[in-house]
């Protein structure tokens, strides 16, 4: 498992924001087709309707895993999912 270095951001005395919403590597891991590869007949805005659904339990993971490890600030497209997702982390000790 690779190491967080969050701490060493934190380490500078401002606030950290991490942005992971929906981003390729979430899609690498998860094994999502990545953004604008997909049948050539759809549309752009079909090809990107299905990204959310395609990157969404990675994103809730990485901003919990963020959040633990020091970061300020979330940037999401999927406010609801992740703000509730922090909220069990919360609950159930997860988080600092």
């Known amino acids: 498992m690779k190491s967080c270095r969050l701490a060493e951001l934190e380490s500078l005395g401002v606030p950290v924001m991490v942005?992971?919403?929906r981003k390729r590597f979430i899609g690498a891991v998860l094994d999502a087709p990545p953004v604008g590869i997909s049948d050539c007949r759809l549309s752009i805005v079909d090809r990107q309707s299905s990204i959310p659904g395609e990157r969404l339990e990675g994103t809730i993971a990485a901003c919990v895993l963020a959040a633990r490890n020091g970061a300020n600030v979330?940037?999401?497209h999927d406010v609801k999912p992740v703000v509730r997702a922090l909220k069990l982390a919360d609950a159930i000790g997860l988080r600092n």
């Open 19 to 21: 942005g992971p919403s």
């Open 74 to 76: 979330l940037r999401v």
